[in-house]
T-cell receptor, first 113, second 110 residues
Framework: DVKVTQSSRYLVKRTGEKVFLECVQD?????MFWYRQDPGLGLRLIYF???????EKGDIPEGYSVSREKKERFSLILESASTNQTSMYLC????????????FGPGTRLTVL | KNQVEQSPQSLIILEGKNCTLQ??????????LRWYKQDTGRGPVSLTI?????NTKSNGRYTATLDADTKQSSLHITASQLSDSASYIC?????????FGAGTRLFVKA
């Protein structure tokens, strides 16, 4: 079974704090993704990575950065958290071959006060 | 603009009843279309996946259909159970791009 884990299920931070969200997958997938999910908007892609140390901006990268030092780990960083970054954050991984199905982690509910 | 539109936005049905969720898309060309189920507070889990040449795919009580000519897909749930209460997300992929619908929130009540 593919397993994608995220470091926290719930997180509460203050405005201006630096926030790290960690994601680990155990299936040797090449691709990893970070999304945020807000009511009525569906999933929106923040950043993705197709290989170690490689990263690409998604649709809403502003205010975020990412790091992929190892194949199994993809980190999302909020340099200075703001209240409009309160959201559910979902990590996913996929293999390039085949159906390209993305497997999702359980999500991190981040609240910025 | 590539879009995936889902309807209804939310739905309440009685346990045991059937229901059908709709997905219309403008993504073209596309590689595959997937339906995900997302329980509250959880990540999405894949239910079905169809390529453009397939027009139906079943997974237990879930049956997805695809009409590539009209760019429509539906997810039919048979004999609903309380555990079917969740959001159902339609996802269309084409080369290098995956587009998510906003989802349909289904509530099954006893």
């Amino acid at each position: 079974d593919v397993k994608v884990t995220q470091s926290s299920r719930y997180l509460v931070k203050r405005t201006g704090e630096k926030v790290f969200l960690e994601c680990v997958q155990d299936m040797d997938h090449e691709n990893m993704f970070w999304y945020r999910q807000d009511p009525g908007l569906g999933l929106r892609l923040i950043y993705f990575s197709y290989d170690v140390k490689m990263k690409e901006k998604g649709d809403i990268p502003e205010g975020y950065s990412v790091s992929r030092e190892k194949k199994e780990r993809f980190s999302l960083i909020l340099e200075s958290a703001s209240t409009n970054q309160t959201s559910m954050y979902l990590c996913a991984s996929s293999q390039t071959s085949g159906h390209n199905e993305q497997f999702f982690g359980p999500g991190t509910r981040l609240t910025v006060l | 603009k590539n879009q995936v539109e889902q309807s209804p936005q939310s739905l309440i049905i009685l346990e045991g009843k059937n229901c059908t969720l709709q997905c219309n898309y403008t993504v073209s060309p596309f590689s595959n279309l997937r339906w995900y189920k997302q329980d509250t507070g959880r990540g999405p889990v894949s239910l079905t996946i169809m390529t453009f040449s397939e027009n139906t795919k079943s997974n237990g009580r879930y049956t997805a259909t695809l009409d590539a000519d009209t760019k429509q897909s539906s997810l039919h749930i048979t004999a609903s159970q309380l555990s079917d209460s969740a959001s159902y997300i339609c996802v269309v992929s084409r080369e290098f791009k995956t587009i998510f619908g906003a989802g349909t929130r289904l509530f099954v009540k006893a």
